[in-house]
């Protein structure tokens, strides 16, 4: 089980952190026979809030920092237990530091730093362990650490740039719901009072609005059942076999966005794939890799068949020709990668395409959402208002 513990050197200097023991007095053994004088050993609670990111997890930021000081520290010579233990006093994130402290007791006890890591899926990704694996296996672990953090700042900028896109039509859009919302539950039941008192022929579009409002009022009840149960039926749908190729083909096929999410893929998909192949993994073991990073089914299916056939012996760019999710300009640069012999820069070269093609659709999607933005917006307000102020006006042409 996992124990947390404190415990002072012989110098005093104190040292805390997670161990796994089957019970606290093998955690106490343990400690002493690594020269540590046990203070405090109790149960690690496992709160559900520490995986959460916003809350105390683990972010992308420490991921990067741990692999850039430690590739930093065994280029300059530092041994790896030495930069290790310096990490985890450098680590501001308390969760990353128990980690660090976690790989520390590992590597002490002969484990390679693949194995230490694969102990923390939640930190360390598949794809992490295997390029530190084949890092270890090579002999130039700080070279390999430097380009996976490379990889990693331009993962965090890619999907910064994604999330800035989207951020201002979510904001406009969650605001629009929440005044149509008030309108409807507080506002419109009091006109419909009037209307009702007064006898007012009342238009179609006002009809609408009113039934609208009326359901939301008074069976809310079975609105929010209805729509809770609606949410969670296509999220189980969602998850299985069928669901998740229907959505997934939907989401690849949407005007605009559809393309953005392909070009964010094949970025993903070429920097990942390059940075495998550069660090020695074979080609069929990286291809199913990076087949689970996608985030698409359609891409994972698309890298599981090019895997599979270069298996048998097929080049990776006439296997990826048969696939028409990948585009000619990325088989083309695979295909001059692998008769020069350099397939990673050319993959790298690919990404940085991508990219630049990801970056140049956002500035143009974020201008173009202004104005389509507006028009939505102005529609629905205009409609409410006419619901609203048509009745009114024939009721005071009837007066006159």
């Not at 484990?111 to 890591?117: D, E, M, V």
């Not at 965090?156 to 719901?177: D, E, F, G, N």
């Not at 939907?250 to 393309?259: A, D, Q, S, W």
């Not at 959402?369 to 042409?397: C, D, K, N, Q």
Request: glycine share 6%; charged share 20%; hydrophobic share 50%.
């Amino acid at each position: 089980m996992k124990l947390r513990y404190k415990a002072v050197t012989k110098e005093g200097k104190l040292s805390q952190g997670l161990l796994d023991a089957r019970d606290i007095s093998e955690a106490a053994n343990y400690l002493r026979a690594k020269q540590l004088i046990p203070i405090q050993i109790n149960k690690a609670d496992q709160q559900f809030w520490k995986n959460l990111p916003m809350l105390g997890g683990i972010k992308n930021s420490d991921l990067v920092l741990f692999t850039r000081q430690l590739s930093s520290m065994l280029a300059s010579g530092l041994t790896l237990m030495r930069s290790l233990e310096i990490l985890k006093d450098q680590m501001q994130n308390p969760n990353m530091a128990e980690i660090v402290t976690t790989i520390i007791n590992d590597v002490e006890e002969g484990k390679t730093l693949a194995q230490a890591i694969e102990k923390h899926p939640k930190a360390f990704s598949l794809i992490y362990v295997s390029i530190i694996k084949a890092g270890e296996q090579s002999g130039l672990l700080d070279k390999v650490l430097s380009r996976l953090a490379d990889n990693l700042e331009k993962q965090a900028k890619l999907k910064s740039t994604i999330r800035s896109a989207l951020m201002y039509p979510a904001v406009v859009i969650v605001l629009m719901a929440v005044v149509m919302a008030v309108m409807m539950i507080f506002v419109l039941p009091q006109l419909t009072v009037l209307y009702t008192n007064l006898g007012v022929s009342l238009p179609l579009p006002t009809q609408i609005v009113i039934g609208i409002s009326t359901a939301m009022t008074n069976f809310w009840p079975i609105v929010l059942v209805a729509l809770v149960l609606g949410i969670a039926g296509f999220r189980k749908w969602s998850k299985t076999p069928d669901g998740t190729l229907i959505i997934d083909t939907l989401i690849l096929k949407m005007p605009v966005f559809g393309n953005l999410i392909k070009k964010t893929i094949l970025a993903e998909f070429a920097r990942t794939f390059g940075l495998l192949v550069g660090t020695g993994t074979l080609v069929v073991e990286a291809l199913i890799e990076v087949s689970d990073t996608t985030g698409n089914i359609n891409y994972k299916n698309a890298i599981v068949a090019v895997s599979r056939q270069v298996e048998k012996g097929v080049t990776i760019s006439e296997a990826m020709s048969h696939s028409p999710l990948f585009p000619s300009l990325l088989i083309q640069l695979v295909k001059i990668g692998e008769q020069t012999g350099k397939i990673d820069d050319t993959l790298n070269k690919a990404s940085e395409y991508f990219e630049r093609e990801v970056d140049e659709a956002v500035k143009g999607l974020t201008t173009a959402m202004e104005p389509f933005i507006m028009v939505v917006l102005g529609i629905g307000v205009a409609f409410l208002i006419i619901s609203i102020i048509t009745p009114i006006y024939s009721l005071i042409s009837s007066i006159q």
